[in-house]
């Protein structure tokens, strides 16, 4: 009665109710989420629907109809799977990148052994052949699927390992593992006798010594200096200093985080300890850079000096307290190196005045722009 | 069969006929007199938006490509269309045979190929060498940028040679004949598009880039746009005029554009004007120069008030000649008309004389202050504002009195 098709649809407009009244109750009813998992509801009923009624498009005659009824597909828990897939990427859409990604692993993992399977049952009239084949077909994916996962198992647990020792220590350990590696492959090339159930002892164990020190490195953190570089969070507003650099923890690669340069209103450069600036449009240098009102606009700095450069946004001050003191406020790139940019993001929702001055400066570079607001 | 069963026969198949044949004609004369609407459209002499009247170098560039492409693009859709009705017609299905069947005509098919490919290289070459010439920015002599909110467009000019202090405006955007205006286009909101049609092709206006749009007008004059890009409720409300004056009167323009600000005479009605407007209006309406009771500049805050974070500046309201996003005129029919009509050589001078208490369009300015939202959709409702955190979208009712219309009135009319 049912085919594959519809019974795959059918569980997933199942899983897509559950969600959407999961997520319904326990997340935010009138967020984008509930309405996406409702859409996929609808729309998994729908092509439910479709596909019982066409039996997958596939049999639209009588005679299909009772040859595809002979044909009985062995019980599959992979629709399941896949359902659950579709499950975790959506979950993923509203959570967090990780568990979207691990939902298309199921999904495309899931997706491949279903096929395989839906495949291998008809390839011929001889189910022992037919078990065969898909053994086959699924071992050439199977296999490298699971090295693969292996490989990034082993990464991450070595990772910590090298994450927790010392920057010398984890030298050392690099130097060490790897001659181990070349030496005990250099053995088992030259004396083949050694192969066999020695191997699969010192395979295990080495992955057991892995394992464990990978965990406990895991547990115990990174070493104190990288546990600093985190903690010391350079992109906060306390961390940032937009004056001489005094931390000695900032990104060096700061450029590579640039990618707006086809929507930034003006470039400032620094050159031989000098500021000045040009505006998009004009081919010339401009002292003053005017600024729309209330709206995010990019600045690219250009550092073409030797030495380390930022470039700081003074944007007037603000009142701290009801007692009239006042602050001033502004912000700053990261430092950057010869040849490298960074963009300034601004918004500005006071007209510059008087009272509110603003500009462009460099520490250790002389000149300003002047900003002006309308 | 008798004369009269073959009458009442030939009656019934009427019967059941008629409907059919003439719902069929009902429907021919409908897309018959569509299509004759949509061709005599074309004949319309009030048409300040047609793509096909270029006036300048932009709009012309476009104009030559359209004049290469059409008549391909026409010529080609008329035989196959005259093609396919001809096979529609000759083969369709009288309960002939099927033809003897075949798999194809290798040299039908390559000649099909390579026709068509060298119809869209010859189409290629000279859209290519348009857009890159329309894209051109190297030799540009004014800057301006250009914000779309919903639903009105913000004109800055930064400071460059000839303007020494920027300008901000809205509505009409003003520029020199004869001058490669670069417009950098943003938006504060939702993506809209800015078009010109008698000057150039349109150009998405997006949140957080920026895009380049190249402005010329061949001579002094009024060209209208409109918004092109579905921006929500009063899209179609979001209209905009440019304004091209010849390099002295844009001398002249910008000077008045810089005048500061002086309070109306103190015991005057406009006065009275100034004091609601710093109570009511400066909220969100920035007027550059104007000072508090104790001689503090009055600094807006529509950041704090409109969710898209600014409203229009007003401090030169009455040198433009409408307002509300272009929607409505600031000056009356017979006033805009002499404008409009202006010849070139005048036009400059009659617009620069901006809104006299004469020409003003009470009517519509009095009704926007009495209730804005009843005269152009907008999310202004102070019961739906959970979305926007409080924010308005558009102008609020702000529930002005008869006399404080007309004390409002008597100071706009001073702001020019």
Not at chain 2, 11 to 36: C, N, Y
Request: some cysteine; proline content about 5%; charged content about 20%.
């Amino acid at each position: 009665m049912f085919t594959p098709g519809s019974k795959f649809f059918v569980g997933l407009s199942g899983l897509a109710l559950i969600s959407a009244v999961l997520y319904t109750i326990f997340v935010n009813p009138s967020d984008i989420g509930a309405y996406a998992l409702f859409g996929l509801l609808i729309s998994g009923g729908l092509v439910s629907g479709f596909s019982f009624y066409t039996r997958d498009g596939d049999a639209d005659t009588e005679a299909d109809a009772v040859e595809a009824a002979a044909y009985a597909p062995s019980p599959s828990f992979w629709p399941l799977v896949f359902a659950l897939g579709v499950a975790v990427v959506l979950l993923g859409v509203a959570t967090n990148a990780i568990v979207f990604v691990l939902g298309i692993a199921v999904l495309v993992g899931a997706g491949v052994e279903w096929t395989i399977q839906s495949w291998a049952e008809r390839a011929t009239s001889d189910a022992e052949f037919n078990n065969f084949v898909r053994h086959r077909a699924i071992g050439a994916l199977d296999y490298p699927g699971l090295a693969a996962a292996g490989l990034g198992v082993i990464a991450f647990l070595f990772s910590r390992i090298m994450l927790a020792a010392s920057k010398g220590g984890a030298a050392v350990i690099f130097i060490v593992v790897a001659a181990a590696i070349v030496v005990y492959a250099f053995m088992l090339s030259s004396k083949p006798a050694l192969r066999g159930k020695s191997v699969a002892m010192v395979v295990t164990a080495a992955a057991l010594l892995l394992a464990v020190a990978g965990v406990a490195t895991a547990i115990s953190g990174e070493r104190p200096e990288l546990a600093e570089y985190a903690e010391a969070d350079h992109y906060s507003k306390e961390h940032r200093e937009c004056g001489e650099e005094e931390g000695k923890h900032y990104d060096h690669e700061a450029n590579n985080t640039v990618s707006l340069r086809s929507a930034v209103l003006a470039t400032v450069f620094v050159e031989n300890g000098k500021i000045r600036a040009q505006m998009i449009g004009l081919k010339k240098d401009v002292d003053t850079i005017t600024v729309p009102r209330s709206n995010d606009t990019n600045i690219l700095f250009r550092n073409l000096d030797e030495e380390d450069h930022r470039l700081v946004a003074n944007l007037g001050t603000q009142l701290v307290d009801e007692t009239g003191v006042k602050e001033k406020v502004g912000t700053c790139t990261q430092l950057t190196g010869k040849n490298q940019e960074q963009v300034l993001t601004l918004n500005i929702p006071k007209p510059s005045s008087d009272e509110q001055v603003y500009s462009f400066t460099v520490p250790g570079a002389e000149g300003e722009i002047k900003v002006v607001v309308p | 069969m008798s004369h009269i069963d073959s009458v009442l026969t030939k009656e019934k198949a009427v019967d059941t006929v008629t409907p059919v044949k003439s719902s069929r004609r009902r429907i021919i004369t409908a897309l018959a007199g569509l299509s004759g609407a949509a061709f005599l459209s074309g004949c319309a002499t009030n048409a300040p938006q047609d793509t096909f009247v270029p006036k300048g170098p932009n709009a012309q560039l476009i104009d030559n490509l359209n004049m290469i492409v059409f008549p391909i693009a026409g010529a080609i859709g008329v035989i196959v269309l005259t093609l396919a009705t001809y096979i529609y017609i000759k083969f369709r299905d009288k309960g002939q045979a099927i033809p003897a069947q075949s798999h194809g005509k290798p040299v039908v098919e390559i000649t099909l190929t390579i026709i068509p490919a060298l119809i869209l290289t010859v189409v290629g070459v000279f859209t290519f060498r348009t857009i890159f010439d329309l894209a051109e920015t190297e030799d540009t002599e004014l800057i301006i940028n250009v914000t779309g909110q919903q639903w009105w467009w913000e004109y800055d000019y930064p400071v460059q040679d000839g303007i020494s202090q920027p300008i901000i405006t809205s509505g009409q955007l003003v520029i020199p004949a004869g001058t490669k205006v670069l417009l950098r286009e943003t938006s504060r909101d939702v993506i809209h598009s800015y078009w010109i049609p008698s000057l150039n092709g349109k150009k998405d206006a997006v949140p957080g880039r920026i895009h380049l749009l190249r402005l010329e007008a061949d001579e002094p004059g009024i060209y209208a746009g409109q918004c092109t890009e579905f921006c929500g409720l009063s899209h179609a409300n979001m209209r905009m005029e440019t304004i091209a004056l010849s390099k002295d009167d844009f001398a002249k323009w910008v000077a008045g554009q810089q005048k500061t600000y002086t309070s109306p005479a103190a015991g005057t009605l406009a006065a009275e004007g100034e004091t609601t407007f710093i109570n009511q209006c400066s909220r969100c309406h920035q007027v550059n120069g104007i000072k508090d009771a104790n001689g503090k500049p009055i600094i807006s805050a529509p950041d704090e008030n409109v969710y898209s974070g600014a409203a229009p500046n007003l401090t030169h309201l009455m040198s433009r000649n409408t307002f509300a996003g272009a929607m409505f005129d600031l000056v009356t029919e017979e006033c805009r008309a002499d404008v409009w009509e202006a010849k070139p050589e005048e036009f400059g001078a009659k617009y620069l004389k901006g809104v006299s208490e004469d020409c003003l369009n009470q009517k519509d300015l009095r009704a926007w202050l009495r209730n804005a939202p009843a005269m152009k959709p907008m999310y202004a409702d102070p019961s739906k504002l959970e979305k926007t955190n409080g924010k308005y979208r558009g102008m609020p009712n702000l529930g002005l009195t008869e006399d404080d219309i007309d004390k409002l009135v008597a100071y706009l009319i001073t702001l020019k």
